[in-house]
């Protein structure tokens, strides 16, 4: 066991070796710099940004397209989200989410934000994280704030909820012992493998992922890089991970929404 | 549920080439996966993909576990008459789905 521990730890340094840095702990107060903020797009290569911006061969666009039929009333017999949504009043609402909701009395994200109107105005059951139906959604409203700059807002009372994803991100974790900042941070632009590691920003998301073969929420991916470093996991939908959202959009301060995004 | 894209130009010159862009929602599960179980995911993929332009098959291809998820096709048809290009397709499990879109032809 002992020396499992040590072959763990003498890989690690390993990989903090290779990857350049002496593997210094992060200090505990949060500093970011705003002027070197890439999407994750910089990294990901020219094909797929190529097949992001192109709609038809952007993948995620089935989902939108598929949100948009939602939209207008399939598979509610309730009234519809047109009904009281007038064409184009979301754009611009997935740049200011996730945010604090008085009635909700907690930091929701925007399928929290879908969900609840789903419940309190339509009377339907809340449709399922991670499920075909709330990413069509999500990727619906998501994408009339493409091009938008993300900014949201973490005083107030979201503040405890900002903080305590702050603290979730500076916190080493798992059996390989990473914090999000140890790569996201430290590491961005190094390789991982054959990838290159990104600063870790969400304005893709929903975002369509090579490797998962289909549309996928910003909570998956946060779960796969929980995954990533042998972490707990927390379900999709929890509110770590909302909050941890909220914390990576304001991160993300003044990138452009790019959903639906395409990444490897 | 037309969980389908396609997407012609808006208008073509006849006598013309244009280009006709398909995309298609399908996992094209290729039956070497298992589930977390353990137990073999079967086979799924669009086994057909027929494309008909006022009538008149253009295009007929096989697909199979050697295409990713959610296919995307692009070819190309030479413009004769105004009218409806169709996708029709169907998968190993027998499903079907079809997606249509008009050609304006000018002239």
């Given amino acids: 066991m002992r020396l499992h521990r040590q072959r763990a730890i003498a890989s690690l340094a390993l990989v903090l070796a290779t990857g350049g840095v002496s593997g210094e702990s992060i200090a505990p107060t ?8 890439r999407s994750g797009l910089a990294y990901a290569g020219g094909s797929l940004a190529a097949m992001q911006s192109d709609d038809v061969a952007n993948p995620g666009m089935l989902w939108v397209d598929r949100g948009s039929e939602l939209w207008r009333g399939a598979a509610v017999s309730a009234p ?26 907690r930091v929701v994200d925007l399928e929290d934000r879908i969900n609840a109107c789903r419940v309190v105005r339509q009377r339907e059951a809340p449709l399922p994280r991670g499920g075909d139906d709330l990413l069509a959604l999500s990727a619906f ?4 704030s493409r091009g938008l700059p993300l900014h949201v807002e973490v005083g107030g009372p979201a503040r405890p909820a900002f903080e305590r994803a702050q603290a979730f991100y500076v916190t080493r974790r798992g059996q390989l012992d990473l914090s999000c900042a140890n790569c996201h941070d430290a590491l961005a632009g190094r390789r991982l493998g054959s990838e290159t590691i990104s600063q870790g920003h969400p304005t893709a998301f929903p975002a369509y992922r090579l490797e998962w073969q289909g549309l996928g929420s910003l909570h998956r991916r946060l779960r796969a890089c929980l995954y990533g470093v042998r972490a707990a996991l927390p379900d999709e939908g929890a509110q770590l991970l909302t909050e941890l959202e909220l914390f990576l959009a304001w991160r993300a301060d003044g990138l452009p929404v790019e959903a639906p995004g395409v990444r490897r | 549920m037309a969980f389908a894209r396609i997407v012609v130009p808006p208008a073509v010159a006849r006598g013309e080439a244009f280009e006709v862009r398909v995309s298609i929602r399908h996992p094209m599960e290729t039956g070497f996966r298992v589930d ?21 098959e253009v295009l007929r291809a096989s697909l199979g576990s050697g295409i990713a998820a959610n296919p995307y096709l692009r070819f190309f048809v030479t413009a004769q008459d105004s009218g409806p290009l169709t996708v029709e397709w169907v998968d190993d499990a027998g499903k079907r789905g079809t997606a249509t879109t008009d050609v304006k032809v000018d002239g």
């Fill in chain 1, 30 to 37: 949060y500093r970011h710099d705003w002027s070197e903020a």
């Fill in chain 1, 80 to 105: 519809a989200c047109a009904g009281c949504h007038a064409e184009g009043s979301m754009r611009g609402v997935a740049a200011r989410l996730p945010a604090w909701s008085a009635p909700a009395g």
């Fill in chain 1, 141 to 144: 409203v998501a994408s009339q």
């Fill in chain 2, 36 to 56: 977390d179980r353990g137990n073999g995911i079967p086979r799924n993929t669009l086994r057909e993909v027929v494309a008909r332009y006022a009538g008149v």
